[in-house]
């Protein structure tokens, strides 16, 4: 391996073939403005973002547009299903934005509940299966349970995306265990995706393995989103960084980093 | 004739869903229509037209996480 920096290193991050250079990916909700958004993702320096399907604003026509500042020229747009409880909501959702917008790499999320949003799993894999028998590419959010994580797979899912912790939460990664032996037992990308509340949960993710980092809220709702964005893109090149160069092992006590030879 | 769109009723004078765009001043680029839950795609507008009692759905991209 190179010994050169990741920012200079090639480790692109490939899901179903596509090839992006982030591994970080962000929503775009929640912000002020789109502008602050748009921002943002500079910032964060992505190449992917987030976004949902909803009814076209009737009553003003002149509202303002993601697309007019979060172009899907520069980034590359993956529709989601949030607010879908069941697999035919998320379903309709994405033959909507495919119709839309063309897109077929999409982000599948089956809600259980409003409180926690947790997901419905038995209605994500069900949801999976018949998205990915019409053609989509399926990365798809789930619990952090590694044995749905791996029917997923066998489903033919491109990314697994398990929750750090409840979606907007900011809670960090809850159960580090689990999303190890996510990334240990899958042959797609895992991104951790929900639950990122600030740089050192990205980084966290990152060292665990993990292949990108998705997060929304940890941005959108800092004090300096922009800041915040630049935070997390060095957070995520830092956990990769140092999961590529294996860290050391823990020691129940100390070892001195001087030399003992040659003490006075 | 009276349709829905968007879950709100509308008193309809378009025979087509391209009339119907033009009338709610919608933009063609980067959104999608539904007819009674079945897509309409964009190449189709301008031949699908309006009933009474139709359901339509007029979807946007737009920020989310």
Same mark, same amino acid.
């Given at each position: 391996?190179?010994?050169?920096? +990741?920012?200079?290193?090639?480790?692109?991050?490939? /899901?179903?073939?596509?090839?992006?250079?982030?591994?970080?990916?962000?929503?775009? &909700?929640?912000?002020?403005?789109?502008?602050?958004?748009?921002?943002?993702?500079?910032?964060?320096?992505?190449?992917?973002?987030?976004?949902?399907?909803? *009814?076209?604003?009737?009553?003003d026509p002149s509202k303002e547009r993601l697309t007019d500042f979060v172009s899907p020229e520069k980034y590359t747009y993956l529709p989601n299903t949030a607010g879908c409880f069941t697999a035919e909501d998320a379903i309709r959702t994405l033959r909507l934005?495919?119709?839309?917008?063309?897109?077929?790499? !999409?982000?599948?999320?089956?809600?259980?509940?409003?409180?926690?949003? @947790?997901?419905?799993?038995?209605?994500?894999?069900?949801?999976?299966?018949?998205? /990915?028998?019409?053609?989509?590419?399926?990365?798809?959010?789930?619990?952090?349970?590694? !044995? @749905?994580?791996?029917?997923?797979?066998?489903?033919?899912?491109?990314? +697994?995306?398990?929750?750090?912790?409840?979606?907007?939460?900011?809670?960090?990664?809850?159960?580090?265990?689990?999303?190890?032996? +996510?990334?240990?037992?899958?042959?797609?990308?895992? /991104?951790?995706?929900?639950?990122?509340?600030?740089?050192?949960?990205?980084?966290?993710?990152?060292?665990? &393995?993990?292949?990108?980092?998705?997060?929304?809220?940890?941005?959108?709702?800092?004090?300096?989103?922009?800041?915040?964005?630049?935070?997390? *893109?060095?957070?995520?090149?830092?956990? *990769?960084?140092?999961?590529?160069?294996?860290?050391?092992?823990?020691?129940? @006590?100390?070892?001195?980093?001087?030399?003992?030879?040659?003490? /006075? | 004739?009276?349709?829905?769109?968007?879950?709100?009723?509308?008193?309809?004078?378009?025979?087509?869903?391209?009339?119907?765009?033009?009338?709610?001043?919608?933009?063609?680029?980067?959104?999608?229509?539904?007819?009674?839950?079945?897509?309409?795609?964009?190449?189709?507008?301008?031949?699908?037209?309006?009933?009474?009692?139709?359901?339509?759905?007029?979807?946007?991209?737009?920020?989310?996480?």
């Amino acid at each position: 391996m190179s010994n050169s920096a +990741i920012s200079e290193r090639n480790d692109p991050l490939v /899901i179903a073939g596509r090839t992006f250079k982030s591994r970080l990916i962000i929503g775009t &909700g929640k912000y002020k403005t789109y502008a602050e958004n748009a921002a943002a993702a500079e910032a964060a320096d992505v190449d992917m973002v987030t976004v949902a399907i909803r *009814r076209v604003n009737l009553g003003d026509p002149s509202k303002e547009r993601l697309t007019d500042f979060v172009s899907p020229e520069k980034y590359t747009y993956l529709p989601n299903t949030a607010g879908c409880f069941t697999a035919e909501d998320a379903i309709r959702t994405l033959r909507l934005a495919r119709e839309a917008g063309g897109w077929d790499l !999409v982000k599948l999320e089956v809600l259980a509940d409003q409180k926690t949003l @947790y997901p419905d799993m038995e209605e994500t894999l069900r949801a999976a299966k018949l998205l /990915i028998s019409e053609g989509f590419k399926v990365m798809v959010y789930c619990s952090d349970d590694p !044995v @749905y994580a791996r029917k997923l797979e066998e489903a033919g899912c491109v990314a +697994i995306m398990p929750l750090g912790s409840l979606i907007g939460s900011g809670l960090g990664i809850q159960n580090p265990v689990n999303i190890r032996l +996510i990334v240990e037992q899958s042959r797609v990308p895992v /991104i951790v995706d929900a639950g990122v509340g600030t740089a050192s949960d990205a980084a966290i993710a990152m060292e665990l &393995g993990c292949d990108g980092v998705l997060m929304n809220t940890a941005i959108a709702e800092a004090k300096n989103p922009i800041l915040m964005a630049s935070a997390m *893109r060095h957070a995520v090149l830092a956990g *990769r960084e140092a999961y590529l160069a294996g860290r050391m092992g823990k020691k129940r @006590y100390a070892d001195p980093s001087s030399p003992l030879a040659g003490l /006075i | 004739m009276r349709i829905m769109v968007n879950g709100v009723e509308r008193q309809a004078q378009d025979a087509t869903i391209a009339d119907l765009m033009v009338s709610l001043e919608t933009p063609l680029n980067g959104v999608a229509v539904e007819r009674n839950r079945a897509i309409v795609p964009k190449s189709l507008y301008k031949t699908t037209y309006l009933e009474d009692g139709d359901e339509i759905e007029i979807v946007d991209i737009v920020g989310g996480g």
